[in-house]
């Protein structure tokens, strides 16, 4: 089966936060003001209620030339996702065949583990429901065969939606061009330590996804995956070798002897 | 022969004991519904995921909070001697019933006096990283990343020692659980177990 | 727009927004379209992808268009002639124009009257006591046949081609980099880009906005754009043209349907002299200046009678020619714009306003005036959606006292207000005309809130209630309202459909819808609201209702979808695309093509089967051709580089003549200059992405987006002055104060003009005292300086001093 | 807590299948449809502009309702219209948010009246304010009207009232605000266009 993704082509991204709203929109958050904090983008960071970022980051270059890099920042949607991981609540987020990684909020338990496995630092928890949102790639719109909210906005076509197959190719045919067009770093950002995404962005500068506001190498958490992995194996072990221990013991040992066996029905 | 009941646990020691039993049987269970998916029906026993989510940290702090009493009371009795030390190298013998060369044990001999250190110290750790897990919002990343993998672990360590610690105050020793339950032992009793600690109230 | 329609023709954008797609090498200046018009930068974007297509931007910010550019060169406000007569002085002298369609196309062969010259920044009739050109020596030379001379070789002395030449010759770089604050390396670097353009096979467009309109000297400005395009042979091309892009939604509709001193279709409002119809007539229907000129201007009885019967209905006859004598006659030498507007009205001459839509508070400029003007009025109506600044602004004081200076208390403010709840876009239907020129039908979705009225029934039951009371009480001259016509099928709340025929026109015989303008008679046998959208509802239905999306030319003209004005033509003067044997100069890219007997593609802006060497492809001038040199404008016919009138060096061109000499300018007691010792800073005021004007701050989405206003301002700046980012700051000018937090950024630097260091200080306008978010009215600081054409102030490119509070 | 109860057990049933294949799977990955319904699957759509900058996209307004006799329409969601050569159904910030535009608390509804001297609005019926809007605007037009100038030309004009506005209206309106402008006389009448 196919799965679906997003293509970001930063190099045409012209801040316009069209995206941010749309979002915004289409999922009928509650907006709150947010205050000045000396810069261009919306908030410092995304929040529970919102869900879609555009980060802006002004840059000198060495030769004096400025640039001012934005990036649409929310779920990435990993082929692996860490917050699916660590999660403790079977169903509370799930991942579609088509790739989509989602939350059930009914079966959300609030613990937030999902927030600590993003290598994205992706998922909020909201402080009046206790529970922990994010992108769910608009999928009631999927579902029925729509775009998602902010890839129907995008007004420059940076932001394009289809199967990730087709826009891996879109991606590296992109990148091709931006080569060709001076920018011999260009390269798509489709990070191996979560198995890449299915959110794909297009940079002038591959070797400095920082640049963009994008973790360089992100990795599920290592001590999420000893965690899930090797110590709750061992932990196991250990609760059923003390519980089958502790019973053979008795039977090849016996109780210990009191001195007073008569007066311990006393 | 009648043998005259020998005074060993006051009723504040056995409260505070009992107490800290049941909130760890609770921050255990409720623990382990959130240790894996496939003992997440124990959520479902006690209440559902969302107020496992909220009672196993509370269950925690109780049972801090009582491990803190227990410090308190008991902490200058848990001192280890040279005895213990001694006792302690040749626990595996205590553990095949072979006590002879054992060093007599007081109140409470090594083995007890290493568990209620080893809890004191992983409940401090599991109490450190169960707020930050708690509060995942307001945590630092890393703190966050820290406590994920350390909290799991030293709860494991914690179960696994408790499960050893259920086996020896029931079914190994008899007579422990009603040393607990009731606060007293037969003198036999404690002549076998913990004859330095009789000989000592036997002077008074 | 009053300049494009004096190089050119029409005052619109030339070729919309689908074409610029179609185009090789974007120059932004005077605009920021990824910021104000992102969706219409959508194209910029589709020629960068697919065609390969350079972006310029050139900019006083480096802002969110000058991101995504390929050159981006950074210049100081108010200076963009010296920089595109720069441009023009390098297509020259490097021999990057298009000779064959300057030739063929332009003005550059006329011979221009003996006695035209330009010295020390005057040209050639300057009357210094009344502060305004005499005219008489900017004419062509005329032949025996009446017929302006012309040299096709471009040879003659006094052709326009060689006095253009010799007045940018002192445009050079260098110059240019002194007075604009770049670079002659940056600025070389970009004639390269942008002149690259001047050749048959390539095309380029210039996209501005109010970067350019606000301005004293805006009008010549956008004439210097025009020159460029015209010499890079760019106008009438497909991915071509001087492409307004207008701020609000029907911004060119209202225009269109008369403004100012405008009937609809731009036919003027008479003027007292024309004392009778056939005089009107005399004096608006132009003379051609060559042969070939198709000078569709003559027409102008055609459109005037069909108007007039359509606004006076039977009581327009030949007897009343018309119910001409029912328009008002401005007096000579009047102008009604803005300026006046509220400067007679703070000298307490004007009595009543009526504001639909509009915030001149909030707006501008030198918002202070504005709130005491408006105080000295007897009453005040505003029809709107929210409350604002305007119709609240006796709250002023009370509001927000601390950003303005004096202000009236509300118990002395005299002015009675009403304030009408309007229904907004969605609880109507009609049209809206886009910058494309594109008009668009829209539908009524949902009813107005609570008792939220249709603005057509407030009109409309205002008008009647008036014709009510003066058939019942009489009163001053009843005549001109009696007269008009008012007869809907429902007078209090007209159908917009039934308006839209009526604009449209027809036969009043038949009843027929008129098929376009071309069926508009003199005789007062059709009727018609506004000949330029004769045609937009015809016998086959509305025609702005279209939907279709076929695109035969793939160039983005989409015939099928709504109408486009006029004869929904797409590109305009698409007929210089071609030769003068009507071989189009670039053949992938022709909107027009002759087949011997007709011109087919996108519709002709010619007679639809005249040969091409019939007629001269700009057929709304007299000349048959576009103007590089345009007598039409108060301050000279060829654009000259001159400070805003509040700069912070002197004009470097010619020191005795600083800013443009002929600028309207108020000498109220609100009306003060600043100079640079008190005011050192240039400050440009602007509008963001995240909102729209002053409507958007009762938006919580956008105002979520960005919720304060802030100033931004150059690193250096700040840290010469100690201001870090988020730090409070006052800015003032001669007029008034501001104060909100700074936004340091790199993005704006120091300028080095003249040998001096020049900080330019950014202000977003969006906030005012009503409203989600609420901040200082930035137009508190901004001057009642104009435009000496247009009437448009100076919002751009005036002095203001900086201190952290 | 039964519903509690209810919930898991809901949701182990539909994650059924996906235990099943991976028994003792720690990475539990259950495929499910989408728990979201489409907000607009039954709206009534409407095509209109964009009522902001001159770009003319067009746009969807999704209404509650099937317009049947008994429903009170309202605006629930606004997009991009795609088939818009313009647009092509994207939209910038502002656009995309037009709902809150429409359906926002700080509209308008009743026509309101201020005194002079007064520091407050009051709110007035409508007949009242035309009534009294009418009576203003004729006193200052008698007042003012100039029916022939010095030199005795017929002028009819209106020199103490003006107009400003219709920019963000639609061009019907405008030309109707042009007759009333010219029924009056009126020769200031200003608009955005033009600043």
């Known amino acids: 089966m196919h799965t679906v993704a997003k293509l970001v082509d930063t190099s045409t991204c012209i801040g316009c936060k069209a995206c941010e709203v749309a979002c915004q929109e289409w999922n009928d958050q509650d907006f709150t003001i947010s205050g000045f904090d000396g810069s261009y983008q919306t908030l410092p960071d995304l929040e529970h209620n919102f869900w879609n970022l555009i980060k802006f980051n002004e840059l000198s270059r060495e030769d004096g030339q400025m640039t001012w890099n934005m990036a649409k920042y929310q779920c990435m949607h990993c082929v692996d996702p860490g917050c699916l991981r660590s999660c403790p609540a079977p169903g509370a987020i799930f991942q579609q065949k088509d790739g989509i990684v989602d939350f059930n909020h009914d079966l959300c338990i609030g613990c937030g583990y999902c927030i600590t496995g993003c290598p994205f630092d992706v998922p909020r928890l909201s402080p009046n429901s206790k529970k922990v949102y994010k992108c769910s790639l608009c999928s009631d719109r999927t579902a029925v065969g729509l775009e998602p909210a902010c890839i129907k906005a995008c007004p420059t076509n940076c932001l394009t939606f289809g199967t990730r197959e087709d826009l891996i190719q879109i991606a590296n045919a992109r990148a091709g061009e931006l080569k060709q067009d001076g920018h011999a770093g260009a390269g798509i950002y489709n990070p191996e330590g979560v198995g890449g995404t299915h959110v794909l962005y297009v940079l002038k500068d591959a070797a400095d996804p920082e640049s963009y506001g994008l973790p360089k190498d992100p990795k599920i958490p290592w001590t999420v995956s000893l965690w899930q992995g090797p110590v709750k194996w061992l932990g196991n072990l250990l609760f059923t070798g003390g519980i089958l221990g502790a019973f053979f013991h008795y039977l090849r040992y016996g109780p210990k002897p009191t001195g007073d066996e008569e007066g311990s029905d006393a | 022969m009648q043998a005259r009941p020998v005074h060993r646990f006051s009723f504040a020691e056995r409260a505070i004991h009992w107490l800290a039993a049941l909130s760890f049987l609770y921050a255990a269970l409720s623990g382990l519904a959130l240790w894996s998916h496939h003992l997440y029906w124990l959520a479902t026993v006690l209440g559902g995921g969302v107020v496992t989510r909220w009672g196993h940290p509370w269950g925690g702090i109780v049972f801090a909070l009582l491990v803190g009493a227990m410090f308190l009371i008991w902490a200058r009795q848990m001192r280890l001697d040279s005895d213990d030390r001694t006792w302690l190298r040749h626990a595996k013998k205590y553990a095949v019933h072979d006590e002879a060369g054992l060093p007599a044990a007081g109140r409470f001999n090594g083995g007890q006096k290493m568990l209620f250190w080893g809890q004191v110290v992983l409940t401090l750790l599991l109490l450190a990283s169960g707020v930050v897990l708690w509060f995942p919002e307001w945590m630092p990343r890393n703190f966050r990343l820290a406590a994920i993998l350390i909290h799991p672990i030293v709860a494991a360590g914690s179960i696994g020692m408790i499960i050893l610690h259920i086996y020896m105050g029931t079914a190994a020793v008899p007579g422990s659980f009603r040393a607990m339950i009731r606060g007293w032992v037969t003198p036999g009793w404690a002549t076998s177990h913990h004859p330095k600690w009789y000989r000592e109230i036997s002077k008074n | ?805 | ?195």
């Open chain 3, 1 to 805: 727009m009053a300049s494009l329609a004096a190089t050119f023709g029409r005052g619109a954008m030339t070729n919309g927004w689908t074409d610029v797609a179609n185009t090789d090498v974007v120059l932004v200046m005077g605009g920021n379209p990824a910021e104000n018009h992102p969706v219409g930068f959508r194209f910029v974007m589709e020629a960068k992808r697919h065609r390969k297509a350079r972006l310029v931007c050139v900019d006083p910010r480096f802002n969110r268009t000058a991101a995504v550019s390929d050159k981006y060169v950074q210049i100081r406000s108010g200076t963009d002639i010296a920089f595109l007569g720069g441009l023009l002085n390098y297509a020259l002298s490097h021999d990057r124009f298009h000779a064959d369609y300057v030739r063929e196309h332009t003005n550059a062969p006329f011979i221009v009257k003996e006695g035209f010259s330009f010295a020390d920044g005057y040209f050639s009739g300057w009357d210094e006591d009344r502060q305004r050109y005499d005219k008489s020596t900017w004419e062509y030379e005329r032949g025996a046949d009446g017929y302006a001379r012309i040299d096709k070789t471009l040879e003659h002395p006094r052709c326009v081609f060689q006095l253009l030449k010799k007045h940018y010759a002192r445009y050079t770089p260098e110059k240019v980099a002194s007075i604009s604050g770049c670079t002659a390396e940056e600025f070389e670097q970009v004639a390269e880009v942008i002149c690259s353009t001047g050749r048959a096979g390539r095309s380029g467009t210039i996209l501005y906005a109010l970067g350019w309109t606000q301005h004293s000297h805006s009008v010549q400005l956008i004439h210097t754009a025009a020159m460029l395009q015209l010499m890079l042979g760019n106008i009438g091309m497909p991915g071509g043209g001087v492409n307004a892009q207008r701020g609000h939604s029907n911004i060119q509709g209202a225009t269109d349907l008369g403004a100012w001193n405008m009937l609809p279709g731009y036919l003027k409002v008479p003027r007292a002299n024309w004392t009778s119809l056939a005089e009107y007539n005399r004096a608006n229907s132009p003379k051609p200046l060559r042969p070939n000129s198709l000078n569709y201007w003559g027409n102008t009885p055609k459109f005037l009678v069909s108007l007039l019967r359509a606004y006076y209905g039977e009581h327009a006859t030949h007897r009343n020619q018309f119910g001409y004598d029912y328009l008002p006659k401005i007096a000579e030498g009047a102008t009604h714009s803005w300026g006046y507007l509220f400067d007679e009205m703070y000298a307490g001459k004007k009595e009543g306003l009526i504001s639909f839509g509009m915030n001149p508070v909030a707006g501008g400029p030198n918002s202070i005036k504005m709130i005491e003007a408006l105080g000295k009025l007897k009453w005040l109506i505003v029809a709107e959606n929210f409350e604002t600044e305007t119709a609240a602004f006796w709250k002023a004081k009370e509001l927000q006292e601390k950003y303005y200076g004096e202000v009236t208390d509300p118990e002395n403010v005299q002015t009675e207000v009403f304030l009408l709840p309007a229904s907004c876009f969605a609880e109507k239907d009609g049209t809206f005309v886009n910058s494309s020129r594109w008009l668009q039908w829209k539908y009524k979705a949902v009813d107005a809130p609570g008792n939220a009225m249709d603005d057509q029934e407030i009109i409309s039951r205002l008008f009647l209630k008036l014709r009510e009371l003066y058939e019942k009480e009489g009163g001053a001259s009843p005549e001109p309202l009696l007269a008009m016509d008012w007869s809907y099928a429902n007078p209090v709340s007209p159908s917009l459909t039934e308006v839209a025929r009526e604009i449209s026109g027809k036969d009043v015989r038949s009843g027929r819808q008129v098929p376009g303008f071309g069926a508009l008679k003199d005789d007062g046998s059709t009727m018609c609201g506004n000949w330029l959208y004769s045609g937009s509802f015809t016998e086959a239905g509305n025609q702005m209702e279209r939907q279709g999306q076929s695109d035969p030319t793939g160039l983005g003209l989409y015939a099928d979808w709504a109408w486009s004005w006029p004869a929904n033509r797409r590109v305009l003067y698409n007929r210089a695309s071609a030769d003068a044997d009507g071989k189009p100069w670039d053949e992938t890219r022709a909107p027009v093509r002759w087949k011997g007997n007709r011109w087919v593609g996108d519709v002709p802006d010619y007679k639809a089967d005249a040969p091409p060497e019939a007629n001269g492809a700009f057929i709304m001038l007299a000349e048959g051709v576009a103007k590089l040199f345009a007598p039409d404008f108060a301050e000279g016919p060829f654009p000259e580089h001159y400070e805003p009138a509040e700069s912070p060096v002197e004009n470097l061109l010619h020191p005795n003549v600083g800013d443009n000499p002929a600028a309207l300018k108020f000498s109220s007691d609100l009306d003060p200059l600043g100079n640079a010792e008190q005011y050192p800073y240039v400050a440009i005021t602007y509008r963001l992405t995240e909102h729209f004007h002053f409507w958007t701050k009762h938006v919580s989405a956008t105002s979520e987006l960005q919720s304060t206003f802030f100033v931004e301002l150059p690193q250096a700046l700040a840290e010469e002055k100690g201001i870090a980012s988020g730090d409070r700051v006052r800015v003032t000018s001669a007029r008034g104060s501001v104060e909100g937090p700074a936004l340091v950024t790199k993005r704006m630097r120091g300028l080095q003009v003249a040998g001096k260091t020049i900080y330019q200080v950014g202000l977003p306008i969006h906030w005012g005292f009503l409203g989600r978010v609420k901040g200082p009215l930035v137009n508190n600081l901004t001057p009642s300086v104009m435009d000496p054409n247009s009437g448009t102030p100076e919002y751009k490119g005036f002095l203001v001093n900086l201190e952290k509070v």
């Open chain 4, 1 to 195: 807590m039964p519903s509690d109860v209810e919930v898991t057990r809901r949701g182990f049933l539909k994650t059924g299948a996906a235990l099943a294949t991976t028994a003792f799977g720690f990475d539990l990955q259950p495929a499910r449809a989408a728990a979201r319904e489409l907000k607009i699957a039954r709206t009534t759509q409407t095509h209109s502009i964009c009522p902001y900058c001159a770009v003319g996209c067009s746009v969807i307004i999704h209404t509650l309702g099937d317009r049947a006799k008994n429903v009170k329409s309202a605006v629930v969601h606004i997009e991009g219209d795609p088939a818009s050569p313009v647009n092509r159904g994207t939209l910038c910030p502002k656009g995309i948010s037009l709902k809150q535009f429409v359906v926002n608390d700080q509209r308008l509804t009743e026509p309101l009246y201020r005194a002079p001297g007064a520091t407050a609005w009051k709110v007035i019926p409508w007949d009242e304010a035309i009534d009294k809007m009418a009576r203003r605007i004729k006193d200052s037009r008698d007042r003012g009207f100039e029916a022939k100038d010095a030199r005795g030309r017929t002028v009819n004009r209106l020199d103490n009232v003006a107009i400003i506005g219709g920019c963000t209206d639609t061009n019907e309106i405008n030309y109707l605000l042009g007759k009333f402008r010219f029924s009056l006389g009126i020769l200031t009448y200003e608009n955005q266009a033009r600043l």
